[in-house]
């Protein structure tokens, strides 16, 4: 049967006698006129073949390198969304160069391929910046290769598969398909919020329960979760690897990697104010479910700024000792936090009290839209906008070393619309 695409082919008849044989000299001639202007059939397909493939490695090796050049610029990132996918840009600290830029849509053929492959409904990768700036595991490797992907199904009963797609062959690795158990002992997994941590192995939470990594090669390792900042909950689940054990805590990982700054209400006398506990990351539990009741005591903190209490909701460690609150007046100010002070040795919560060590921000009206930490931890990028649906955000910087009156940037860059969001930046492990 012939197609569109390949050339009309005269029928052959069975005839006999002179007229016949010169018809078959006259066929013969006009077939072999039309091989001369036409190629043949096969070579064609091989050549179409070709070219989508060679289409396909290129568009994945510009892809690969957009992304490896986003995550290593020095600048600061703005995610934003883009028809349900999302896109992010880096640029220079002026805010008016952009050194960077990926966007997910570049991936969305090898998506529907893989969702089409797993026989799932969507495949997807998480927001590089997160839904607040702290993407708790990254969607992508630290040498910006791979991206880590999750297959939806339809059916809400279906597993979800994760694993991740390798931008330098075009692959997919779906390591729930090979955790699944056939034959007479059958057992499949659920699968979800995946991610890389710093040292590149791959992570992922498995049947809402527990935290499995993946290294290179597939191979599977268990990971305790830590009671720092544990809710007993696994919906909507934040998390970060530090040190083997998966941690519940966006941006308040002391650099030690041994507590954490909870965002909890503190009580002082008769009166309640946002403050936070210092959480030891040492108390672990293999799965959600083995979570306690209660959770282990810890010091809680307050803030008290000329004999008032004041809130303090804890957005990131400046260094060792210095901590960034965000008051309840979209101020910002340190306050000076010992680290000796996490304790897990308590029979009961104890309260302390801390001053304020330095004005970072002044309370204002005007909404906040996104905050970031730069990459060198001395500075505060603070997005404001007097009217958020209008897209008239403005940038501003804010020094932690030398505080001062924030200093205007100048506008959001054209492109990140009213919906954007800044990397935080606001976790630094040492060692890590």
Same mark, same amino acid.
């Given at each position: 049967?012939?197609?569109?695409?390949?050339?009309?082919?005269?029928?052959?008849?069975?005839?006999?006698?002179?007229?016949?044989?010169?018809?078959?000299?006259?066929?013969?001639?006009?077939?072999?006129?039309?091989?001369?202007?036409?190629?043949?059939?096969?070579?064609?397909?091989?050549?179409?073949?070709?070219?989508?493939?060679?289409?396909?490695?290129?568009?994945?090796?510009?892809?690969?390198?957009?992304?490896? *050049?986003?995550?290593?610029?020095?600048?600061?990132?703005?995610?934003?969304?883009?028809?349900?996918?999302?896109?992010?840009?880096?640029?220079?600290?002026?805010?008016?160069?952009?050194?960077?830029?990926?966007?997910?849509?570049?991936?969305?053929?090898?998506?529907?391929?893989?969702?089409?492959?797993?026989?799932?409904?969507?495949?997807?990768?998480?927001?590089?910046?997160?839904?607040?700036?702290?993407?708790?595991?990254?969607?992508?490797?630290?040498?910006?290769?791979? %991206?880590?992907?999750?297959?939806?199904?339809?059916?809400?009963?279906?597993?979800?598969?994760?694993?991740?797609?390798?931008?330098?062959?075009?692959?997919?690795?779906?390591?729930?398909?090979?955790?699944?158990?056939? *034959?007479?002992?059958?057992?499949?997994?659920?699968?979800?919020?995946? *991610?890389?941590?710093?040292?590149?192995?791959?992570?992922?939470?498995?049947?809402?329960?527990?935290?499995?990594?993946?290294?290179?090669?597939?191979?599977?390792?268990?990971?305790?979760?830590?009671?720092?900042?544990?809710?007993?909950?696994?919906?909507?689940?934040?998390?970060?690897?530090?040190?083997?054990?998966?941690?519940?805590?966006?941006?308040?990982?002391?650099?030690?990697?041994?507590?954490?700054?909870?965002?909890?209400?503190?009580?002082?006398?008769?009166?309640?104010?946002?403050?936070?506990?210092?959480?030891?990351?040492?108390?672990?539990?293999?799965?959600?479910?083995?979570?306690?009741?209660?959770?282990?005591?810890? %010091?809680?903190?307050?803030?008290?700024?000329?004999?008032?209490?004041?809130?303090?909701?804890?957005?990131?460690?400046?260094?060792?000792?210095?901590?960034?609150?965000?008051?309840?007046?979209?101020?910002?100010?340190?306050?000076?936090?010992?680290?000796?002070?996490?304790?897990?040795?308590?029979?009961?919560?104890?309260?302390?009290?801390?001053?304020?060590?330095?004005?970072?921000?002044?309370?204002?009206?005007?909404?906040?839209?996104?905050?970031?930490?730069?990459?060198?931890?001395?500075?505060?990028?603070?997005?404001?906008?007097?009217?958020?649906?209008? *897209?008239?955000?403005?940038?501003?910087?804010?020094?932690?070393?030398?505080?001062?009156?924030?200093?205007?940037?100048?506008? %959001?860059?054209?492109?990140?619309?009213?919906?954007?969001?800044?990397?935080?930046?606001?976790?630094?492990?040492?060692?890590?």
């Amino acid at each position: 049967m012939s197609t569109a695409d390949e050339p009309r082919k005269t029928p052959r008849t069975r005839r006999g006698g002179r007229l016949a044989a010169a018809a078959v000299a006259v066929l013969l001639v006009t077939t072999a006129c039309g091989k001369a202007a036409q190629p043949p059939d096969l070579p064609e397909k091989h050549q179409s073949s070709a070219d989508g493939a060679d289409a396909k490695k290129t568009a994945l090796a510009a892809a690969a390198r957009n992304l490896a *050049g986003l995550i290593s610029s020095p600048g600061q990132i703005i995610c934003s969304s883009s028809d349900g996918g999302w896109q992010a840009a880096a640029y220079d600290d002026t805010f008016r160069t952009r050194v960077a830029a990926f966007s997910v849509d570049a991936l969305s053929a090898q998506l529907t391929e893989i969702a089409q492959q797993a026989g799932g409904e969507r495949a997807f990768v998480r927001d590089l910046c997160g839904d607040e700036g702290d993407a708790g595991i990254s969607p992508v490797s630290p040498d910006g290769r791979r %991206v880590a992907v999750q297959v939806d199904f339809p059916d809400s009963g279906t597993p979800t598969h994760v694993g991740w797609l390798d931008l330098g062959t075009g692959t997919f690795t779906d390591i729930t398909e090979r955790s699944t158990k056939r *034959g007479y002992v059958k057992e499949t997994f659920s699968d979800e919020q995946p *991610g890389f941590a710093p040292d590149g192995s791959f992570w992922f939470l498995r049947d809402s329960q527990e935290f499995l990594s993946a290294d290179v090669n597939g191979r599977l390792s268990t990971h305790q979760i830590s009671l720092a900042c544990f809710r007993n909950t696994n919906e909507e689940t934040f998390y970060r690897p530090v040190k083997s054990a998966a941690v519940m805590c966006p941006g308040t990982v002391h650099p030690s990697g041994t507590f954490a700054a909870d965002p909890r209400n503190v009580a002082v006398r008769f009166s309640s104010v946002a403050g936070f506990e210092l959480d030891v990351l040492a108390g672990r539990v293999d799965r959600f479910a083995d979570g306690p009741i209660h959770s282990p005591f810890s %010091v809680q903190v307050a803030v008290r700024d000329d004999g008032e209490l004041r809130d303090c909701t804890p957005v990131a460690w400046v260094n060792a000792t210095d901590l960034l609150c965000a008051g309840s007046s979209n101020d910002f100010y340190t306050v000076r936090i010992d680290p000796a002070a996490a304790r897990a040795d308590l029979e009961n919560a104890e309260t302390t009290e801390v001053g304020v060590k330095a004005e970072i921000a002044p309370a204002t009206e005007t909404a906040i839209v996104s905050t970031a930490v730069s990459r060198d931890r001395r500075s505060l990028i603070i997005a404001a906008s007097e009217d958020t649906q209008a *897209g008239t955000a403005k940038l501003y910087r804010a020094s932690l070393t030398s505080p001062a009156d924030p200093v205007e940037i100048g506008p %959001v860059p054209a492109g990140a619309g009213s919906d954007f969001t800044l990397l935080g930046n606001f976790q630094k492990i040492d060692g890590e």
